[in-house]
């Protein structure tokens, strides 16, 4: 059965796809305790780990908008934290079950309620928030640059002369990554009007 918003049926807002909500809950509060225990609680903050606690609230109170925005965050956070940890060799059970479990349940989630066009704005807005919110919230050093919102990251930092020209590249970058996320979520799991369209 299809519903309205394209979702593909009432499963979305069910005991059973709520309880799968606890995997992302039980993967935050894991980095929050890993966090806290070696002294930088604010790198809870980063957006791949929101996006977990902002996935189990969706998935809770079936509020498919929210499970959109934290999908395409967790999705689009794996390939850079996995440089990250290739880069750094800091790899920790926790860190690759947050990132790996919590991008996986975003696949079934958004293959649950179905990707919807204008998702990938929202997304971004969402970010650019996050991103202020952790400028004014953490401090600025190489340890703190949670959600590139003080500095340059990695190589990018020898590119541009200030932050700010930096910030509007980056910003566009994930931009159209996003929307290209869109795209194919929408190609992969289409909802009623998209199977509408290609008949």
Same mark, same amino acid.
């Given at each position: /059965?299809?519903?309205?918003?394209?979702?593909?049926?009432?499963?979305?807002?069910?005991?059973?796809?709520?309880?799968?909500?606890?995997? %992302?809950?039980?993967?935050?509060?894991?980095?929050?305790?890993?966090?806290?225990?070696?002294? @930088? %609680?604010? $790198?809870?903050?980063?957006?791949? $780990? #929101?996006?977990?606690?902002? /996935?189990?609230?969706? /998935?809770?109170?079936?509020?498919?908008?929210?499970?959109?925005?934290?999908?395409?965050?967790? +999705?689009?956070?794996?390939?850079?934290?996995?440089?990250?940890? #290739?880069?750094?060799?800091?790899?920790?059970?926790?860190?690759?079950?947050? $990132? =790996?479990?919590? *991008?996986?349940?975003?696949?079934?989630?958004?293959? @649950? #309620?179905? %990707?919807?066009?204008?998702?990938?704005?929202?997304?971004?807005?969402?970010? +650019?928030? =996050?991103?202020? +919110? @952790?400028?004014?919230?953490?401090?600025?050093? +190489?340890?703190?640059?949670?959600?590139? *919102? $003080?500095?340059?990251?990695?190589?990018? &930092?020898?590119?541009?002369?200030?932050?700010?020209?930096?910030?509007?590249?980056? @910003?566009?970058?994930?931009?159209?990554? =996003?929307?290209?996320?869109?795209?194919?979520?929408?190609?992969?799991? %289409?909802?009623?009007?998209? #199977?509408?369209?290609? &008949?």
């Amino acid at each position: /059965m299809r519903m309205n918003d394209g979702s593909v049926s009432y499963v979305w807002a069910t005991a059973r796809f709520r309880l799968l909500g606890l995997l %992302p809950l039980i993967f935050f509060i894991a980095r929050v305790i890993e966090y806290v225990r070696v002294g @930088t %609680p604010q $790198h809870i903050l980063w957006s791949c $780990h #929101v996006s977990n606690l902002l /996935m189990a609230l969706g /998935m809770f109170f079936a509020v498919p908008v929210l499970i959109r925005i934290s999908a395409f965050w967790l +999705i689009l956070g794996v390939p850079p934290w996995f440089y990250d940890m #290739v880069a750094s060799g800091l790899i920790t059970p926790v860190s690759v079950f947050s $990132h =790996l479990g919590g *991008a996986v349940v975003g696949i079934i989630a958004i293959r @649950t #309620v179905r %990707p919807k066009s204008g998702s990938w704005l929202i997304s971004l807005l969402f970010f +650019i928030v =996050l991103q202020q +919110i @952790t400028r004014l919230a953490t401090p600025s050093d +190489i340890y703190m640059n949670v959600n590139v *919102a $003080h500095f340059a990251y990695g190589p990018w &930092k020898d590119l541009f002369s200030n932050y700010w020209s930096y910030w509007l590249v980056n @910003t566009f970058l994930v931009g159209l990554a =996003l929307w290209i996320m869109e795209w194919v979520l929408i190609f992969v799991f %289409p909802g009623a009007e998209e #199977v509408e369209s290609r &008949k």
